[in-house]
């Protein structure tokens, strides 16, 4: 069975270690009908253990049989779980977000784990975290530092801190502290998530590269992006400097802006459906610069296109 493919940046992708996974997965043991929010490794060993669990997460390749597979903020099921566990994006929004989705879905009473950034993580950021706690008080008795939290190191980190202009945006802490949530009553639903922006993704193996559908270039071809290291993204933080001139994007840290996505994607299309690296690099003859990046030759293991939303 395959596993999941590489971290991609645009989903935030970072995953617990192995110690931490395990540590988690104990403390979800017992209860059937687990929520499990942006977290595949604990909802792989929770299901391998016999625990009704279900996964919430855009990625669609996580080897979990109950995968829904959407954006969390979208995800509205109210009363149906007996616990929920959520790692969402380490940024105020997204985490107030998660957190109603996961309350939602236990009720009252109802008991939610959540991953949040440490005091460290960045200027302001502890109290930023207080900040959106104290919003969330008046719907849930909170718990601060349950458990100490570990990541494993993606490679688009590892790219991006390896370069010379590695710096605070260039690297995440790898911990965080688990809150918990007693739910008092139910808070309302987050917005529905906007489809103003949306990226096509190409998941080859265990690469994937994202086209953003309206590009972000105004000369033709694929060029750099500036504040890039040539074609290497020196960044982790949704805050980078430029970050919006990205339009391509790889799961190794690879970027690039274009003004005509819509050529980009069909000669990925049939680059990933040659039979031969030939064929494949052939079809590829118009956008040249992406057979400087580490796209897989086929023949493939697997090849999945889809689409998810900014």
Same mark, same amino acid.
């Given at each position: ?5 590489? @971290? ?25 009908? $687990? ?13 391998? &253990? ?19 597979? !959407?954006?969390?903020?979208?995800? /509205? $099921? ?18 107030? /977000? ?12 109802? !008991? ?17 975290? /207080?900040?959106?706690?104290? &919003? ?25 801190? *390896?370069?010379?202009? *590695?710096? #605070?945006? !260039?690297?995440? #802490? ?53 504040? *890039? ?11 980078? #400097? ?11 840290? =690879? ?5 005509? @996505?819509?050529?980009? $994607? ?8 040659? =039979? ?8 590829? $003859? ?11 030759? #086929? ?12």
């Amino acid at each position: 069975m395959n596993g999941p493919p590489l @971290p991609h940046p645009l989903d935030h992708d970072w995953r617990y270690d192995e110690a931490t996974a395990e540590m988690l997965t104990g403390m979800l043991r017992g209860p059937d009908r $687990v929520l499990a929010l942006g977290v595949p490794s604990v909802a792989r060993r929770l299901e391998a &253990e016999g625990t009704i669990v279900t996964l919430v997460d855009r990625q669609p390749l996580h080897g979990v049989s109950n995968h829904v597979s !959407s954006e969390v903020e979208d995800f /509205d $099921v109210q009363d149906a779980f007996a616990l929920a566990l959520a790692d969402p994006p380490w940024y105020s929004r997204q985490f107030a /977000d998660w957190a109603a989705v996961a309350a939602r879905a236990v009720g009252e009473a109802g !008991s939610v784990l959540l991953s949040a950034w440490p005091q460290d993580a960045r200027p302001g950021a502890g109290p930023e975290l /207080d900040g959106i706690l104290e &919003e969330i008080r008046p719907w849930a008795d909170v718990e601060r530092r349950v458990a100490e939290l570990a990541y494993e190191q993606p490679p688009f980190e590892k790219i991006a801190r *390896a370069s010379d202009a *590695a710096g #605070p945006l !260039s690297q995440s #802490p790898l911990r965080g502290e688990l809150v918990r949530l007693t739910v008092k009553w139910k808070p309302p639903a987050p917005m529905p998530t906007k489809a103003d922006r949306e990226w096509i993704r190409f998941t080859v193996d265990d690469y994937q590269i994202a086209v953003l559908s309206d590009g972000t270039g105004r000369l033709p071809g694929i060029h750099t992006v500036p504040d *890039a290291k040539g074609w290497l993204w020196p960044f982790v933080s949704a805050r980078a #400097p430029g970050i919006e001139n990205i339009a391509i994007w790889s799961s190794n840290g =690879e970027v690039a802006s274009t003004n005509d @996505p819509a050529s980009v $994607v069909a000669a990925l299309r049939t680059a990933f459906r040659a =039979e031969n690296a030939a064929a494949f690099e052939k079809a590829l $003859v118009l956008q040249p610069e992406l057979l400087e990046w580490s796209l897989p030759r #086929p023949p493939y293991r697997r090849l999945m296109e889809w689409r998810h939303r900014r």
